[in-house]
């Protein structure tokens, strides 16, 4: 049973370019949850998602970031025109309904240049 | 305001020693969580889980503690091992709400050999 999948694993970026971030959930799993994390610190929850819906985005900053999970494919985190301030590690994690643990992914690491 | 505390960031131990990490939250109304463990470059693996309406709960060598009156929950590990060397974090959540991760900014744990 594959664990939850993201790509790229690293992504470089110029600034002021597009990244596209990729999850895909563990298999059975409906619910996908972005979280970022900058060096030495916690993960800082973004958004949450379930098929073709956004349950909760209150930790996406307001510009440039978007997210989605269409009915078919992976969950794409995006973000345009990057800062320096948006390199991290990008963490998704998926769970079953319900108050159950969230499995997460290797991660991304974006760098900003 | 939603926080996870932690009061020691850094943790070294003997092997073979017990360790414990503690963790303060500040949301008494969360009654969901977990405890992770984060290894160098992946993505944290869950390790335990409490709901509030137990105090204790077991797993192998590991045992959380809840308690809710100081709002204080500790993750004790026996007979620690160089191998669980890594970044600790607890993280709460709300039944019922948006099932987002509040996370703390972790203890780093070290296993002396």
């Known amino acids: 049973n594959a664990g939850v999948m993201q790509n790229p694993r690293h992504l470089v970026r110029r600034r002021g370019q597009e990244a596209r971030l990729r999850c895909s959930p563990m298999?059975?799993?409906?619910?996908v949850y972005w979280y970022r994390q900058l060096p030495e610190e916690g993960l800082k929850f973004m958004v949450y998602?379930?098929?073709?819906?956004?349950?909760?985005e209150s930790g996406m900053p307001k510009e440039r970031f978007s997210a989605e999970f269409p009915k078919e494919g992976p969950s794409i985190l995006r973000i345009q025109q990057v800062v320096r301030g948006d390199s991290a590690a990008y963490f998704c994690?998926?769970?079953?309904?319900?108050?159950?643990?969230?499995?997460f992914g290797p991660g991304t690491r974006l760098t900003v240049t | 305001g939603e926080s996870v505390g932690l009061h020691l960031p850094t943790l070294s131990v003997q092997e073979g020693d017990n360790s414990i990490i503690n963790c303060a939250y500040s949301?008494?109304?969360?009654?969901?969580f977990i405890w992770y463990k984060q290894e160098s470059g992946k993505g944290p693996q869950f390790i335990i889980d409490?709901?509030?309406?137990?105090d204790k709960r077991q797993g192998q060598r590991v045992t959380v503690l809840l308690n809710k009156t100081v709002k204080h929950l500790s993750l004790q590990i026996a007979a620690t091992q160089p191998g669980d060397s890594a970044v600790y974090f607890c993280?709460?959540?709300?039944?019922?709400?948006?099932?987002?991760?509040?996370f703390g900014k972790g203890t780093k744990l070290t296993v002396n050999p």
């Open positions: 994690a998926s769970s079953p309904p319900g108050p159950y643990e969230q499995y």
């Open positions: 998602l379930q098929k073709e819906n956004i349950i909760d």
């Open positions: 409490i709901r509030s309406n137990m």
């Open positions: 298999k059975g799993h409906s619910h």
């Open positions: 993280a709460e959540t709300l039944q019922g709400g948006s099932e987002k991760l509040v």
């Open positions: 949301n008494s109304a969360s009654d969901y």
